[in-house]
């Protein structure tokens, strides 16, 4: 008679259980990135303070570039103020993937590499990395590099892709740009390694600087999400289309790079809609 009872106790207990799990699966999904930020009244943006002309501090020590008015378009189309917050090559991944910020427009490569780890919107931006030298220098591109001591940053895939190029370079890793472009004014590297446009920009401020030879890579931009979050990263891309559409985009790029567009965000059906 008792062991009857015991075995009804143990089925009653377990059918609870069952009961309880389905309840929980059956339950409200946990709330993606686009409901919490709606939630929170604020856009949670990281993008770079160093990188000139994508994020990088006036002269009035405001932040101001191409990824941050990029931020603050999509603020606007979500219906939120947007907090900047920094980060660097290095950190931006780590960053978001702690939840310490909801998307990184920073300057990132959209790569298979760094897409094991987080999703990313559609290309916004294509740059190619290339080579930031003193004037009076003899070195006009990569075969110049042998022997030579060369900046880049880390957790950016400049560094990687520089030793795959020239093995014989000495590769010199800074934290942030700064510091990288300070070794290089006073001669204690070669050269710096990074994208592009960060070189001309640089070149532009300094007369005593120049680029170096072309561009010797491709490096499409995206903006980081995490990952399984894919009404968060359509919200992203949605708004990146209608920034091509309403003319947004063209606007400040030309403003950054005093060009007409050489890049232009890929539009779907329907996206003016």
Known sequence: MKANIYRVMVSVLVLAGVAMFSCQKAGAPAKGTLDKVKARGKLLA??????????????????????????????????????????TSESRIPDLLAGKVDLVIASMTHNI????????STTYFQD??????????????????????????RGATSSLKLVSF???????????????????????????TTDRSYCVAAAADNPD?????????????????????????????????????????????????HLEPGFRIEVLPGAGI
């Open 46 to 87: 990281g993008v770079k303070f160093d990188f000139k002309p994508f994020g990088y501090l006036n002269e009035k020590g405001e932040n101001e570039g191409f990824d941050v008015e990029m931020a603050q378009y999509l603020g606007k189309k979500i219906g939120v103020p947007v907090e900047l917050v920094k980060v």
């Open 166 to 192: 020239v093995p014989q370079a000495k590769l010199l890793l800074y934290d942030e740009y700064p510091a990288a472009l300070k070794a290089l004014e006073r001669g204690m590297v070669d050269a710096l």
């Open 113 to 120: 590499t760094r897409e094991a780890q987080i999703d990313f």
């Open 209 to 257: 600087l120049e680029v170096a030879g072309p561009a010797f890579t491709v490096e499409p931009y995206g903006i980081g999400v995490r990952e399984n979050d894919s009404k968060w990263r359509e919200a992203v891309n949605l708004a990146l289309m209608q920034m091509e559409l309403d003319g947004t985009y063209e606007k400040i790029y030309k403003k950054y790079f």
């Open 128 to 153: 190619g990395q290339s080579l930031l030298v003193r004037k009076g220098e003899k070195i006009k591109g990569l075969k110049d590099l042998a022997g030579k001591t060369v900046a880049a940053v």
